[in-house]
T-cell receptor, first 115, second 114 residues
Framework: NAGVTQTPKFQVLKTGQSMTLQCAQD?????MYWYRQDPGMGLRLIYY???????DKGEVPNGYNVSRLNKREFSLRLESAAPSQTSVYFC??????????????FGPGTRLTVT | QKEVEQNSGPLSVPEGAIASLNCTYS??????FFWYRQYSGKSPELIMF????GDKEDGRFTAQLNKASQYVSLLIRDSQPSDSATYLC??????????????FGKGTLLTVNP
């Protein structure tokens, strides 16, 4: 089992460019999440998908869109990248959603730089 | 007041000592509490979770929750150099529908000195 995989691992974009971060899990989990992590800011939830077919905004959704393609895959799209979106992005999944989502499994992260 | 607060550290303890990590939260409706460990350059991994007031022990780790005082702590007994990492506190409140809130603290950097 690979767990949670993310592609790419590193990316440099120019301001205004678009890109999609890919995430896949092979644990048959129902719920998936996208976070960003910035120095001094901790992990912040961007979007989540409680189950296949649903998505909801987290704490910092502006400038991002998501697609839950199927049960395995959850992508994050930046339509027009800005330097403020320079960050490390983590995808995570969990078997259950809500207060019982006691373990989230994280992917290795994507380090994104926007110049 | 920040929603989930942690002392950023660094917290430095000698090998074999007890490391005590603290987290306070502002939302009284918070329902579940988690401690994640994150090594430098790596992704977070779950250490402990706790839902009820009191202590929960797992090996060298003990999580303590006091909802009245709105704090949760993590004790690491017999600290090892391999415990050196950033420890993240996370809090969940789920009021149903789209009213789901998961908030991480900024983390406490722990250094265990041989």
């Amino acid at each position: 089992n690979a767990g949670v995989t993310q592609t790419p691992k590193f990316q440099v974009l120019k301001t205004g460019q678009s890109m999609t971060l890919q995430c896949a899990q092979d644990m048959n989990h129902n719920s998936m999440y996208w976070y960003r992590q910035d120095p001094g800011m901790g992990l912040r939830l961007i979007y989540y998908s409680a189950s296949e077919g649903t998505t909801d905004k987290g704490e910092v959704p502006n400038g991002y869109n998501v697609s839950r393609l199927n049960k395995r895959e959850f992508s994050l799209r930046l339509e027009s990248a800005a330097p403020s979106q320079t960050s490390v992005y983590f995808c995570a999944s969990s078997e259950a959603f809500g207060v019982t989502a006691y373990e989230q499994y994280f992917g290795p992260g994507t380090r994104l730089t926007v110049t | 007041q920040k929603e989930v607060e942690q002392n950023s550290g660094p917290l430095s303890v000698p090998e074999g000592a007890i490391a005590s990590l603290n987290c306070t939260y502002s939302d009284r409706g918070s329902q579940s509490f988690f401690w994640y460990r994150q090594y430098s350059g790596k992704s977070p991994e779950l250490i402990m979770f706790i839902y009820s007031n009191g202590d929960k022990e797992d090996g060298r780790f003990t999580a303590q929750l006091n909802k009245a005082s709105q704090y949760v702590s993590l004790l690491i007994r017999d600290s090892q150099p391999s415990d050196s990492a950033t420890y993240l506190c996370a809090v969940i409140r789920d009021s149903g529908g789209s009213n789901y809130k998961l908030t991480f603290g900024k983390g406490t950097l722990l250094t265990v000195n041989p």
